[in-house]
């Protein structure tokens, strides 16, 4: 997805009106299957001559999570990545690089050997595996 026109159609398809920042936004984002900081979105944002603030952009990739075309992954209590593939799906995060690797859904089994709390439902199961090393 490339195109200002694509991605506006793709934005008002999910409900978004697409003003010209949040196409922006979204042309870094949503360009390939990637992870991305807020920092790093709104660096790419710069790159491509485009100014935008910082609050505008934590609030269009909130909205974008909203209307399902972003996930984040929460890496530990100071790091979120926006996560433009949307099927569900794990991570591994190598902590000394900050990169984030997909790991297919069906490539982990998990096995909970306990009831769900009275009056609740399962619904997902987010796996993050921390690794060092390589690069």
Do not use: W
């Amino acid at each position: 997805m490339n195109g200002r026109d694509e991605i506006s159609q793709l934005l008002v398809a999910r409900g978004v009106f697409p003003t010209t920042q949040r196409v922006d936004v979204a042309l870094v984002i949503l360009a390939k299957p990637q992870h991305l900081s807020a920092d790093q979105i709104i660096a790419g944002i710069r790159a491509m001559g485009s100014r935008v603030s910082k609050a505008t952009v934590y609030n269009t990739l909130n909205l974008f999570c909203e209307r399902g075309l972003l996930r984040t992954v929460d890496v530990d209590p100071m790091r979120q990545y926006y996560d433009s593939t949307i099927q569900a799906h794990h991570h591994f995060y190598n902590v000394d690089t900050g990169e984030l690797t997909d790991i297919p859904l069906g490539a982990i089994t998990l096995n909970v050997s306990t009831a769900l709390p009275p009056g609740t439902e399962q619904t997902g199961v987010d796996v993050v595996i921390r690794v060092r090393g390589g690069k």
